[in-house]
């Protein structure tokens, strides 16, 4: 027997001898003082008695009856110690997930992950924001019997970094309200808002050039929550090597030359496990936690087909690699269907952080091995923006390091709204993808879609008036409601009123935009993160 059974043993004998005079006293006391016989010596002798037991019977226990409960609670303290302590850290090879989502068919249906209640539009107003809610919530699922706490539940989150960049400033683009949102999106599907359905939460650092200090500037000791780091291009490009053209083309290259090279800088952020790359123009839907996990320990989805089933991989019949270092979707609409170099979608990818990746990727492109008529290597482009990112990310991963990435579906992550295939003269339809079937991320249902990158269905801050309900822009509108209806919530979180003064379709906007295009539209208004003077 272990003294702590010995002890437990001993309360209740101790327990039980001052019950037992008790319950006497209790048998042989009369029920009123009608029922009783006075003049006989017993009855006598416990009137005489009665006020000095009775005060030190229930002294003893009432003393006995807190040891009890002062005991019980070291005893339950030490239990749930021991097993917390034994439990693995909140590495990549110890968590298990379990899907609390909910996918609908319909754009009716609840989307359990956000709490947004869906109508046409996809959207409503019945999400909670701020963290008195959240705590509220969290209260009235531990009241649910079906919702019972573990100790999986108190690890500690896991930090993910998530890296943007600017590489310069535009008058029409308020990035700094883009920033804004997708923050404000990826909090709300994280660990911060509700650690059930989330393990992670996420760092954000702006990656910017020297020519976006002047937009950077004005997130500088503000309340948005970002972490700014000023850096250069990776390479001079008088310090490119060979005669393919690479050294005279790049700078004027896709979108932004050779300074979309600073998102190689990605890869140095080492002190997090994962980094996701997304661009400002970017809303979060739902969480990411099953890729998330899927990355930091592949080996667990590679011998449980319903762990891999949670993974919206592009194409489910290629086998799971060992070390996932990689993740991305590709852009198919850039190149013709047959070709194999399809340029991979520089607006998001997840990666492993390594020094030694970086300093590979900088050696690939100062070495100069690219042709501007067959592309990096002879084999990977050209095509736009196949200079930098999109080029250089699959010669370096489908060619030089294969085996060691994997593409997501693009209408789950990353979701541009694309259009799935080519039209011929004679009414054929040929598929991007080169597959006999594809599948049209444009009727996505809403409550699928993880990530959205507004490229194709503009800007959000563009303020369209949409004047036709085209079935092929529906999940356009369903996200441009999504980028208002989370920029109305983090400002009402801020103390404001979450609706601005225009008359352009309120119901949609929430106020936001005046009239039509970029000009109309109502930016976020400073300071940050607090109420503004004027009340508004």
Same mark, same amino acid.
């Given at each position: 027997m272990t003294q702590r059974q010995q002890q437990n043993r001993l309360f209740s004998q101790q327990y039980k001898q001052v019950q037992q005079p008790q319950e006497q006293k209790r048998r042989r006391r009369p029920f009123s003082s009608s029922s009783s016989s006075p003049g006989t010596s017993t009855t006598a002798h416990h009137q005489q008695q009665s006020p000095f037991f009775k005060c030190t019977s229930r002294s003893l226990i009432r003393f006995l009856f807190l040891t009890i409960i002062i005991y019980l609670c070291i005893l339950s303290s030490w239990i749930n110690s021991t097993s917390l302590s034994s439990l693995p850290l909140a590495s990549s090879s110890s968590l298990q997930t379990t899907d609390w989502r909910t996918v609908g068919n319909n754009d009716n249906n609840t989307n359990n992950n956000n709490n947004f209640v869906q109508n046409d539009d996809g959207i409503n107003n019945t999400y909670t924001h701020n963290n008195s809610n959240t705590r509220r919530n969290s209260k009235k699922k531990l009241k649910n019997k079906d919702t019972k706490p573990t100790a999986i539940d108190r690890i500690k989150p896991i930090t993910i970094g998530v890296a943007s960049t600017l590489t310069g400033c535009s008058?029409?683009?308020?990035?700094?309200?883009?920033?804004?949102?997708?923050?404000?999106?990826?909090?709300?599907?994280?660990?911060?808002?509700?650690?059930?359905?989330?393990?992670?939460i996420y760092e954000n650092i702006i990656l910017y050039h020297p020519n976006a200090s002047h937009c950077v500037a004005q997130m500088q000791h503000s309340e948005l929550g970002y972490i700014l780091m000023k850096t250069e291009t990776p390479i001079n490009v008088d310090d490119i090597q060979g005669d393919g053209g690479l050294r005279e083309r790049i700078v004027t290259n896709g979108c932004c030359g050779e300074k979309e090279l600073i998102k190689l800088e990605s890869f140095r952020l080492t002190q997090y496990p994962l980094v996701i790359h997304l661009d400002l123009d970017a809303v979060i839907n739902k969480p990411m936690d099953d890729v998330l996990d899927f990355m930091l320990d592949p080996k667990r989805f590679q011998a449980s087909s319903e762990l891999r089933a949670k993974v919206p991989l592009m194409w489910r019949e290629e086998q799971i690699p060992n070390q996932v270092e990689f993740v991305f979707t590709k852009d198919y609409n850039v190149v013709a269907p047959k070709r194999a170099d399809k340029p991979y979608q520089g607006g998001f990818f997840i990666i492993k952080p390594s020094i030694d990746t970086y300093n590979e990727f900088v050696g690939i492109v100062r070495s100069g091995d690219y042709d501007i008529k067959k592309g990096w290597g002879g084999k990977v482009g050209p095509f736009h923006g196949g200079m930098t990112?999109?080029?250089?990310?699959?010669?370096?991963?489908? !060619? @030089?390091?294969?085996? *060691?990435?994997?593409?997501?579906? &693009?209408?789950?992550?990353?979701?541009?709204? =694309?259009?799935? !295939? @080519?039209?011929?003269? *004679?009414?054929?339809?040929?598929? &991007?993808?080169?597959?006999?079937?594809?599948? =049209?991320?444009?009727?996505?249902?809403?409550?699928?879609?993880?990530?959205?990158?507004?490229?194709?269905?503009?800007?959000?801050?563009?303020?369209?008036?949409?004047?036709?309900?085209?079935?092929?822009?529906?999940?356009?509108?369903?996200?441009?409601?999504?980028?208002?209806?989370?920029?109305?919530?983090?400002?009402?979180?801020?103390?404001?009123?979450?609706?601005?003064?225009?008359?352009?379709?309120?119901?949609?906007?929430?106020?936001?935009?005046?009239?039509?295009?970029?000009?109309?539209?109502?930016?976020?208004?400073?300071?940050?993160?607090?109420?503004?003077?004027?009340?508004?």
């Open positions: 008058s029409t683009d308020p990035y700094v309200d883009g920033a804004a949102v997708l923050k404000y999106s990826l909090d709300v599907n994280s660990a911060k808002f509700n650690t059930s359905q989330s393990k992670y990112i999109q080029g250089l990310f699959p010669w370096y991963y489908q !060619y @030089l390091h294969p085996g *060691n990435s994997v593409e997501l579906n &693009r209408c789950i992550f990353n979701n541009m709204n =694309d259009i799935p !295939y @080519l039209k011929r003269n *004679n009414g054929k339809k040929i598929c &991007r993808t080169n597959e006999e079937e594809c599948e =049209d991320c444009r009727h996505t249902n809403m409550t699928e879609v993880v990530t959205f990158h507004f490229t194709i269905c503009q800007k959000p801050w563009h303020c369209l008036e949409y004047k036709h309900q085209l079935d092929n822009f529906r999940l356009c509108r369903q996200m441009n409601k999504l980028w208002y209806t989370m920029r109305s919530r983090l400002e009402s979180s801020w103390g404001r009123t979450g609706k601005g003064t225009g008359s352009l379709k309120p119901e949609h906007y929430n106020g936001y935009c005046r009239e039509a295009g970029a000009n109309g539209y109502e930016r976020i208004q400073a300071p940050y993160g607090k109420p503004l003077l004027s009340g508004g």
